[in-house]
Every structure is written in C-alpha cells, then in structure tokens.
C-alpha cells in the first residue's frame, strides 16, 4: 500500500478476515501474561473473536482480582504466571518492561521446541543487552503492538472501530510466524496492521510517548495555560482556550480529515496565525525530538526506565509525582470544566 509515495506492507481485515485467524489458530492456547495495561483489551477481544484463551497472572494482585470481575475463572482460564506459561502454546508476554526482565528466568524454562513468544512491545527484544531477554532459536518471536492505550484496545473492539497495530516477527522457527503473527493482529481487534521491526518500533514509541503523545503535550499544555494565567485570564478561560477546546472539537476533526482539512476549514484568523506560527513551534522543538530520538537510540531511555522500576522506592515517588501534576491548577480547573459539560449536567 503506498503511503505519501512510500509503498508499506499492511494487513487489512479485508485481505486477513476473522475466519482466516480462526483457521489459523484455533489448534493454539493463548496464554496471555500480565492483566496490567494491555492484558485485559487484548485477552477479552481474542476470548470474544472465539480463540481459546488463558490468563496468567500474579495471585493476589489487583490485576487478579480485576481478572476474575472481568469473568476469567480461577483454574480454568486464570492461572499463575508459571502455570499459565506451562499451559499455552502462544504467550503473550504482556508484563511491564521491567517486569519482563524479572521475570524471565522464570518463564525461559517454560518456552519449549515450537512454540511462540509474542509481544507488544519492542523494548526487551530491542535492548536485549540490559533486558538478558534472548529466546530460544527453536521458538517463533512475533510482536503485535497496538498503537493505543490498552482501554482503547477494548473500548474500540466494543464500538466495532479496531485500533491499528504494527506487526513483526523477529525469529521464524516454524515457518509459520508470519501467518500467526496476522492472526493474532486481527484476533485482538486491529484495525489494520503495518509491518515493523521490533527495533522500529521500539524506538518510535518511546519518542511518541515522550514526545507528542504525552510528554511534549502536557509541557505545551503547561506553557500556554500559565501564560494566559499570568496575564490575568481566569482559570476557565485559559483551560478552555488550552485544553477542552483542542480535545472536544479541533483533534476529533484532525482524527476524521487530517491536520489539512482542519487548516483549510478554520476561521481566516486562526488560519493565518496558525500558519505564521506552526513553523516557529516546529524549529523551536526539533533540537528536542532530536535530542530524544538520540537518546531512545542510545539506550539511554532504556537504562534510566529499568533503573527507575528497580528502585524499591520508585512507586511512592512515582506516585508523588503524579500528584503534583493532578493537584495543578490546570486540572483541577480541567475537573470542574468537564463536570459542567452538558451530558455530565444531565446524570
């Protein structure tokens, strides 16, 4: 498929239907490891597409527990990691980065001749060096990476939308990776899928997520909203013009026709200033998407995540982090404005 004059290679549910997943799989266990982020999206659409699916997950946690409210049942179909890793034939080894490293040398014993390691997440592949994650030759190692939160994986399924993902196969021990790989991409609900390699992907998602996607955004939203503060804009005002605005009308029509469409439908004031400016926003920023993508590349990102999830200490001061952001005026503000919208007046 061509793509602004690039020919990619994508899957769609058209050329690789549900039924041919189905063939695909329907011989398989599908273990899924981890019901953190993306465990419960991807497990509950694969269960709901008709695979035959376990999960395995720590017993005791609050992602067991959410496990068993979601309808897994224990002994059936919810296991402990190990178990549930004995069992399956496909793993889907969707534990945090640092738990992966963890965990390892606990589920190595459990990857035995022609079976398949599957992730969503370049990351222990890519930086194997300070993972130690190195599978066995014998085994197939495939990734399917939804590019989405693990709630729009599920939400999107629900609505009949699909998320699209990027798909890969780093090792072919079968001959059989690259159907499986397809059949597991349109069996948790893609969109569409397009080709990568675990690397590739790897080291855009770090960037996306430290870049536009997250970081880069909750710093612009900081910037502009205090600007307005400073010169006496009242908090409504400035969330509104910073924030709701951006999210409840202008990126829904970026999603439906594109960052074009949206310029050349705006107000000739806006469209003016937006095109004096974005130029000015794009140099400003390219020395840091440089300096990111660098560091993604590197390894460093790698090294200062795990470090950071090593620490015993890190879940405390991750959370006193993240309360600092919540406690901001910004979206305390953002609480208040969201609690007046007009469907939220009506409950």
Request: charged content about 25%.
């Given at each position: 498929?061509?793509?602004?004059?690039?020919?990619?290679?994508?899957?769609?549910?058209?050329?690789?239907?549900?039924?041919?997943?189905?063939?695909?799989?329907?011989?398989?266990?599908?273990?899924v490891l981890g019901y953190g982020?993306?465990?419960?999206?991807?497990?509950?659409?694969?269960?709901?597409?008709?695979?035959?699916?376990?999960?395995?997950?720590r017993k005791g946690s609050k992602s067991w527990e959410k496990a068993i409210k979601d309808g897994w049942i224990e002994g059936e179909?919810?296991?402990?990691?190990e178990e549930a890793a004995e069992k399956g034939t496909i793993l889907l080894y969707l534990l945090s980065d640092a738990g992966q490293k963890a965990f390892w040398p606990k589920l190595k014993p459990h990857l035995t001749k022609g079976k398949t390691l599957y992730f969503?997440?370049?990351?222990?592949?890519?930086y194997r060096d300070q993972t130690g994650i190195i599978p066995p030759e014998d085994?197939?190692?495939?990734?399917?990476?939804?590019?989405?939160?693990?709630?729009?994986?599920?939400?999107?399924?629900?609505?009949?939308s699909g998320i699209n993902s990027s798909y890969a196969v780093h090792q072919d021990a079968t001959g059989n990776a690259q159907e499986k790989c397809k059949a597991l991409g349109i069996a948790v609900g893609s969109g569409y899928l397009f080709e990568t390699t675990f690397k590739n992907e790897v080291y855009s998602d770090l960037t996306g997520e430290r870049g536009i996607l997250v970081g880069a955004l909750e710093g612009l939203f900081e910037a502009q909203y205090n600007e307005l503060r400073k010169h006496g804009h009242s908090p409504s005002e400035a969330f509104n013009e910073t924030v709701e605005e951006l999210t409840q009308s202008l990126i829904r029509l970026v999603g439906e026709n594109g960052m074009d469409w949206m310029l050349a439908n705006i107000s000739t004031t806006a469209q003016r200033g937006a095109l004096d400016w974005k130029d000015k926003f794009r140099d400003a920023t390219a020395p840091v998407f440089e300096e990111l993508y660098?560091?993604?590349?590197?390894?460093?990102?790698?090294?200062?995540?795990?470090?950071?999830?090593?620490?015993?200490e890190y879940r405390t001061k991750l959370e006193k982090e993240l309360e600092s952001i919540a406690?901001?005026?910004?979206?305390?503000?953002?609480?208040?404005?969201?609690s007046l919208r007009p469907e939220n007046l009506k409950k």
């Open positions: 498929m061509n793509f602004g004059g690039v020919e990619e290679n994508v899957v769609t549910r058209g050329e690789f239907p549900l039924e041919k997943a189905q063939e695909v799989l329907k011989n398989e266990t599908v273990a982020v993306q465990g419960p999206g991807q497990a509950l659409n694969m269960k709901d597409n008709g695979i035959n699916v376990i999960v395995g997950q179909t919810l296991f402990e990691l969503s997440h370049g990351f222990s592949i890519a085994i197939d190692v495939l990734l399917v990476a939804p590019k989405g939160s693990g709630l729009t994986v599920r939400r999107n399924f629900v609505d009949g660098e560091s993604v590349k590197s390894g460093e990102e790698a090294r200062r995540t795990l470090e950071k999830n090593s620490d015993p406690n901001m005026e910004m979206w305390q503000a953002g609480k208040k404005v969201r």
